[in-house]
């Protein structure tokens, strides 16, 4: 469990990483996939229509099958699910507090952020895992991308009225920056956290900071592809 | 489209199903899986815990994937499944609005009670049905039972309190009445649906009838298994 403590930045790559850390990595995106469900389930009921609400409906679908291939995962590895979940529920459940959409097209476009940004993550940390965690991250990762559909639709919406932009923008930074609060929050609070996203880098808050810029980068190229400046 | 005009009782078996009756029939069960899936969603809410909250997703999730699966279908002989599912809105919706659980104990009754009839259901139409629609609706069949877990803890609420088998009881039952009031209307207004349900039999009220009595026997036994009195 302490293995990090010998470890210098040279050894960093040839260890495994700290069981701990690893568990809360597991608990907070099994948390988090279980919330998008519940969320985007609920946004749904915003559509204009029947196969809008479905779409989104199976965006949430695919969420839960993330959530329950994490949660057997965790519980593969002899740690109760719940208890490797709970550390996340208040920032995550304050995240969605802050950003419940009030219209349709905030609801696709935090269904399209929202997936986009956990793809991002799941992209980064697989790559700080060992297996078979990583193996079951990568399988998460490869059914994201369900929120596409969103593109066309903003897009639609932005020429029928192009003063809809501004609103959509605003709303996008939005909802990065709670994400972005809410995961400086949880990597100040939960050390073994921390320590497996930095790397076991020494210059810890410096590798989480370069994390996140690196999801933020991503982010404005797919607020481009919506067609909103950030 | 018409060719139950000219088919006794006797060629009932021989005949294909009309068209028409089919697509109803495939629009009802996508629209109330459908449906399912975003009340067990928001029903979930009611659960005294994370772990509950799941598997009632869970039962929500499957839902999905049957909505998805009939939806397709209907899509893949030609139809807008958003069309077919049309006439069911309003007596589906209906349904939910007056069947919306007030606690935890409610919302397991409703599914558990809800799945099972739903079951039965696919299980009495498959027959009704020739290929492709028949597989379709019996793989649809192959994954329900999923809540299951409710037997368990309305047992344990039972239990642990006697006095609320009385409520859960009376509230199963208006599940039902109100599934089998909506039902007559349904059947009453898309004359190829019920000519469909009624095997073409010249009494097809009466077959109807017969074929909700069957489906009312067998949700008795459910209730029993959950230790309560119809």
Chains 1, 2 share one sequence.
């Not at 009030?102 to 991002?120: M, P, R, T």
């Not at 959509?168 to 996203?197: D, F």
């Amino acid at each position: 469990m302490t293995d990090q403590e010998q470890a210098g930045p040279d050894a960093a790559s040839s260890e495994p990483p700290a069981r701990e850390g690893v568990i809360e990595l597991l608990g907070l995106v099994s948390y988090a996939s279980l919330m998008a469900f519940f969320r985007l389930a609920e946004d749904a009921s915003l559509a204009p229509s029947v196969p809008d609400r479905a779409d989104l409906a199976g965006v949430a679908a695919t969420q839960f099958g993330h959530f329950a291939l994490l949660r057997d995962h965790i519980a593969g590895l002899g740690v109760d699910p719940q208890q490797a979940m709970q550390p996340f529920v208040e920032p995550i459940d304050a995240f969605h507090a802050r950003t419940a959409p009030s219209d349709w097209l905030e609801g696709l476009i935090k269904a399209y952020v929202g997936d986009g940004i956990a793809a991002d993550f799941f992209r980064v940390t697989a790559r700080l895992l060992d297996e078979p965690s990583r193996t079951v991250v990568l399988s998460v990762l490869a059914d994201s991308g369900q929120a596409q559909f969103a593109i066309t639709r903003v897009r639609d919406a932005i020429a029928a009225d192009p003063a809809v932009a501004g609103r959509l923008a605003l709303w996008a930074r939005r909802i990065v920056g709670e994400a972005l609060s809410q995961a400086q929050r949880v990597a100040a609070e939960r050390e073994p956290l921390a320590q497996l996203l930095a790397g076991r880098s020494p210059a810890q808050l410096g590798e989480i900071g370069r994390m996140f810029a690196e999801l933020t980068d991503a982010h404005v190229q797919r607020m481009a592809r919506l067609g909103l400046a950030d």
